[in-house]
């Protein structure tokens, strides 16, 4: 594919290489959006049935995306955090039992789980990422699948890592999981719509994405996987929309005490937002159009030479097989000093982020080769 830079608003002065902070917005997202705000100046014409179509189009379309055969076991989400309460709250623990996590995990991935041992008398098993410089990736990958054993309760990872890209393999995660009867989740926030996930093929217990960054939606809204293990769980919440025949408005006060089928009693009260479901769905389908496998060829592409310059300038940076390309850290070589890299980044209005011991690179389809080549000019000096 090519650059796709015309879609968005963004500043030609600037050089965003910094989507998994958050994406900029496609002109017709943004159109979308302002579309929805308007629609309530008309109340009138929102009918009953609005309230459920245009989520039940959003589920069908991220279905597609993520290949999840079942489009009800998408649900709309305001964060993260929220997304992995709802599996928190369906997890029993007994004393003993462990939750394997990896080291500097996003914290929506990290507090769910240090409330739920707390609450039970279980632990946390952390798996840092490895002190070494060559060969990291394929390591900590390794010290991950030794570490789930049959104590192992749940793996609550992301699918890459939200500080430096690095790619966990969740085929062998799962592989592994299975084997001990372990839940695994998965945080896809930084991966979905730029690197391909296929829920049939995975299966995870659940699969949770803030829409802002790689999915290139607005902030508030995400979405979520649930599988059939949660089926007959409680949600975080109990409300009205989530119960079975909700749809008929004219009968809610005759409280139903059953939720909706499977997945879809996870969904967040007012998932109809009227502003933020067709910016998410219009985001959706762009990214369909595109193909996932093309953007996430596209950013390959993108950054292959310039990886390969940083490398043997002395950054250290992850091989292609354990890292992903619209994500990645790169790290400081010897001598090297990040205060000042971080003032020249500023000083030439490059925007990236900093993570841990990382400079986090996340470029996307509207970067082109001329925003690589200014960072390297800036890194390399
Ligand atoms: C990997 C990852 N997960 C989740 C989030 C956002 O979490 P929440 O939606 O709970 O604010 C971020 C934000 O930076 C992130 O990088």
Redesign the pocket.
């Known amino acids: 594919m090519n650059c796709q830079k015309h879609l968005f608003n963004l500043d030609p002065e600037l050089t965003y290489l910094n989507c998994?902070?958050m994406s900029p917005l496609m002109k017709t997202v943004e159109q979308a959006g302002i579309d929805g705000v308007l629609r309530k100046q008309k109340p009138e014409r929102v009918s009953g049935e609005d309230f459920f179509s245009e989520t039940n189009e959003l589920r069908k379309e991220y279905a597609k995306l993520v290949n999840c055969p079942d489009p009800n076991r998408i649900v709309v989400i305001p964060?993260?955090?929220?997304g992995f309460a709802n599996v928190a709250k369906n997890l029993k623990l007994n004393p003993g039992d462990e939750i394997v996590v990896v080291g500097e995990q996003?914290p929506?991935?990290v507090y769910p789980w240090r409330r739920l041992v707390q609450d039970s008398g279980a632990k946390i098993v952390t798996v840092p990422g490895p002190k070494v410089t060559t060969g990291r990736g394929k390591r900590w990958n390794e010290q991950i699948l030794e570490t789930i054993n049959s104590k192992t309760r749940l793996v609550a990872t992301?699918n890459i890592h939200?500080a430096d890209g690095t790619l966990f393999d969740m085929k062998a995660i799962r592989a592994k999981t299975h084997e001990v009867g372990a839940w695994m989740v998965i945080?896809g926030?930084?991966s979905i719509g730029a690197v391909p996930f296929d829920i049939d093929e995975i299966q995870p217990d659940a699969l949770i994405a803030?829409g802002y960054?790689s999915l290139m939606g607005p902030y508030s809204i995400?979405l979520a996987y649930y599988g059939p293990a949660l089926d007959d769980g409680v949600p975080v919440e109990e409300n009205w929309i989530n119960r079975f025949e909700s749809e008929n408005f004219a009968n809610l006060v005759n409280y139903n005490d059953s939720y909706q089928p499977g997945a879809l009693r996870y969904e967040v009260g007012e998932h109809s937002n009227f502003i933020l479901v067709p910016m998410m769905l219009e985001a959706v389908l762009v990214l369909s159009s595109w193909g996932v496998k093309n953007v996430k060829e596209y950013c390959n592409n993108l950054v292959d030479v310039y990886v390969s310059q940083l490398k043997d300038t002395g950054y250290i940076i992850e091989e292609l097989d354990y890292r992903a390309s619209n994500l990645f850290g790169i790290r400081l070589g010897d001598g090297m000093s990040m205060d000042s890299i971080k003032a020249r980044l500023q000083e030439a209005n490059i925007f990236v982020s900093y993570r841990g011991d990382s400079i986090r690179v996340s470029p996307n389809v509207y970067n082109d080769a001329a925003d690589m080549e200014k960072l390297v000019e800036v890194l390399v000096g």
């Open positions: 998994a902070y964060s993260v955090s929220y996003f929506s991935n992301g939200w945080d926030t930084q803030a960054k995400g």
